[in-house]
């Protein structure tokens, strides 16, 4: 039988953090919602809190830093194949980059958040969202 002992303390400490990764992931989800863009409200913020408690996880089962880090690639990895899967060709080009990039941001918030590096996190949900509000998409013109 397993022995289950709850922490509660660490139960507030991983919901706190799950909690920030949630808040800002969405600076960015709100923006592209707004913007009737492919992912929005409910997309960044499972990638980030998802991501946050991937490495809460791996923090917690494996120790040492070498198989963190392995957990951490496995999430970049991953978030790079699904964002990969956001990006089409067509006539006019590539869509979904921005997209991808937003994925990407959002799980190194989530990543940043798990390793309590609020500052990293906050500077990105700043960036990513400033990024995706005032830039607009360059229209080929008719010729």
């Known amino acids: 039988m397993f022995n289950m ?6 139960i507030q400490f991983h919901l706190f953090q799950l909690g920030v990764a949630f808040l800002l992931s969405l600076p960015i989800a709100f923006n592209r919602e707004l913007n009737n863009r ?7 913020p499972l990638v ?5 408690a991937f490495m809460l996880v791996g923090m917690d089962v494996y120790a040492g830093s070498d ?9 970049i990895t991953g978030m790079g ?23 990407w941001v959002t799980a ?3 990543i940043s958040v798990s390793y309590s590096r609020y500052e990293i996190a906050i500077i990105l ?3 990513g969202f400033l990024i995706f509000q005032f830039s607009k998409p360059f229209k080929k013109k008719d010729t």
């Open 81 to 103: 194949f699904i964002g990969g899967g956001a990006i089409f060709k067509n006539h006019q080009g590539a869509q979904g980059t921005a997209t991808a990039a937003g994925l």
């Open 67 to 75: 198989a963190e880090a392995r957990v951490m690639y496995g999430i």
């Open 5 to 10: 002992e709850l922490d509660i303390n660490l």
């Open 108 to 110: 190194a918030i989530g």
């Open 125 to 127: 949900s700043l960036i």
């Open 38 to 44: 492919g992912a929005g409200l409910r997309t960044f």
């Open 48 to 52: 980030s809190i998802s991501s946050c």
